[in-house]
């Protein structure tokens, strides 16, 4: 297997202090960059075949409008899509929503993903965990999709979810989920503990 360590320190992490219809808000941005093109990261993103080897299972109508639904996870509708460049949904899940984008560019030779998950922070689960919640989550969506790219293997088939790596990997990223709330204007006790809640979360603690 690649090593999980590079392909985690590649990630940006980043948050960011929104509004939604004067709602305080928070996106949580991830952003790195794969060794691929720009048809063959698309088609990745956007495949039913090829979802489940580094995500899960999704089905649905892949089209503006059309209604998606994760296996065992979020549904929601298409609300945004421009071919091989950006798709945006809506991400409905236990009775609330929040919106996904998902923004590939090419930069040179490089070729970058850039994942933004904005969601209302009026909940004692944001409270709880902070950004890094869903942070995390996506971290360990991207490391499958850099394994998954990198050697044709599904996180599954690579045993992504028990490895030694992860339980070193999962830690550092929620710290840097605290620092990144810190960076955004977040307080900071309230965020470090938020990031010692999330990695607790992850790790089954």
Known sequence: ????????????????????????????????????????????????????????????EFRLGGRYQIKGNAGGEITKCIDKKRFDLTWEYGGDTSWLSVMIRQDGD??????????????????????GATGVGWDLALLGFSVYLKTGMSANDADL?????????IPLCAKEWGQAAIAAGYDKDNAILAATNTEKFYLGG
């Open 110 to 131: 490089k070729v970058w993903l850039c994942v933004e998950h904005l969601a209302y922070t009026g909940s004692e689960h944001f409270e709880t965990y902070g950004p």
């Open 161 to 169: 979810m028990n490895s030694p790596e992860l339980k070193e990997i």
């Open 1 to 60: 297997m690649q090593n999980l360590f590079a392909a985690a320190e590649l990630v940006t992490r980043r948050v960011e202090m929104r509004k939604i219809d004067s709602k305080e808000a928070c996106a949580t941005i991830l952003e790195s960059v794969y060794d691929t093109d720009i048809a063959d990261m698309w088609d990745a993103l956007t495949n039913k075949e090829r979802l489940p080897r580094w995500f899960a299972p999704v089905e649905g």
